[in-house]
């Protein structure tokens, strides 16, 4: 049997450890040992890992590119255009939730091995928001560039505006004005931006993340994605984390840079995710936040060794690698108020 089909069907029996969901509880010190040794195997380069469904198509693009000599930012940038282009992706760019004002407003970030970060936020009317963040990396002695501002940088850089609410985003903001009540709706409203982490074949690690942020959000509302440290983070030496979920939670824990900083200490991409997503909800047992509260990582070390975990369960990502193709994996989980 093919490698490929012999994960195919270990995955299907559940036996392998990391994708395979898990609960708090259900993490024993077996099957994080299980968890390690799946990932160990994984060291072939490149890996590209990214959130949800729509990571699956992001990551074909990107693995192509790469395969066909593009540079891993030119990659990311590639598969991310596609989420943000199609419409059926109600939390990404065109189509995309708007705010409760009814307008679609966009973050995004991109971030190189050597630490050259670029992003935009609360920018509308620019249907790829990564390639505006890649052009203040390159063209800009900035980091961030934000609303009318980042706006402004897109035209003169040739970006043509368009409108980015679709006839089906227009009909659910609507019904949503008819009560008005934010209350995002788990692993659906308040979730659902495109991370990508990817270890390029030279070894060298860089990142993204691209978002319509939460649903009826209010006007002006910046998320965690835009931002380096919260959203996404990455060191070339050690690895990188991005995140998804209730940004305000992310952002008020660093929640991507802690994960970084974990493996730095010699933690598992697991074992980090898992002790920065219950640092969150230690923060948040008492907080008006934790109804909603959703939040996950994916991490990737140097070695190319990766994990998601996530708050609540329903949080999956998808993975490229050489030995076993494309695929959903999905991500342990805590659930504390099981415990
Ligand atoms: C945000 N983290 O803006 C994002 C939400 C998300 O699709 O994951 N959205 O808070």
Redo the contacts with the bound molecule.
């Keep these: 049997m093919s490698q490929r089909r012999d994960f195919i069907k270990k995955a299907a029996l559940g036996t392998i450890g990391i994708s395979t969901v898990l609960s708090c509880k259900e993490l024993t010190e077996k099957e994080d040992a299980t968890a390690e040794k799946v990932v160990q195997k994984n060291q072939k380069k490149p890996v590209i890992i990214s959130t949800w469904n729509h990571g699956l198509p992001a990551n074909e693009e990107t693995w192509n590119s790469l395969k066909n000599g593009k540079s891993a930012l030119d990659a990311i940038e590639a598969g991310m255009k596609i989420p943000e282009a199609d419409p059926k992706v109600r939390?990404?760019g065109y189509g995309g939730y708007p705010d409760r004002e009814g307008k679609v407003t966009l973050?995004a970030c991109i971030m190189d091995h050597q630490s050259n970060c670029g992003s935009v936020s609360f920018l509308q009317g620019i249907k790829h928001p990564i390639s505006v963040a890649k052009r203040v990396l390159q063209n800009t002695s900035h980091v961030m560039l934000s609303g009318q501002g980042a706006l402004q940088f897109a035209l003169s850089e040739g970006f043509t505006e368009e409108n980015l609410l679709t006839a089906e985003a227009e009909r659910d903001w609507k019904k949503w004005v008819e009560e008005s009540k934010y209350k995002p709706v788990i692993n659906i409203e308040?979730?659902?931006?495109i991370s990508m982490l990817v270890v390029d074949n030279d070894g060298n690690i860089s990142g993204a993340c691209t978002?319509?942020?939460?649903a009826w959000k209010m006007h002006g509302r910046v998320?965690?994605?835009p931002i380096i440290g919260a959203?996404l983070f990455l060191d070339n030496e050690v690895g990188a984390a991005a995140?998804?979920?209730?940004?305000?939670a992310?952002i008020r824990t660093a929640g991507s840079a802690m994960v970084v900083e974990l493996m730095r200490q010699g933690k598992s991409p697991l074992e980090a995710c898992k002790e920065i997503v219950e640092r969150i909800y230690d923060k948040h047992k008492n907080h008006r936040d934790l109804e909603y509260l959703q939040v996950g990582f994916i991490a990737l070390n140097k070695n190319g060794e990766y994990a998601g975990y996530s708050l609540r369960s329903g949080f999956n990502y998808a993975v490229y690698d050489e030995e076993y193709g494309n695929r959903m994996e999905d991500a342990a989980f805590k659930m504390p108020w099981e415990n």
């Design positions: 939390s990404v973050d308040n979730h659902d931006t978002t319509s942020g939460a998320g965690d994605s959203g995140a998804t979920g209730l940004g305000e992310v």
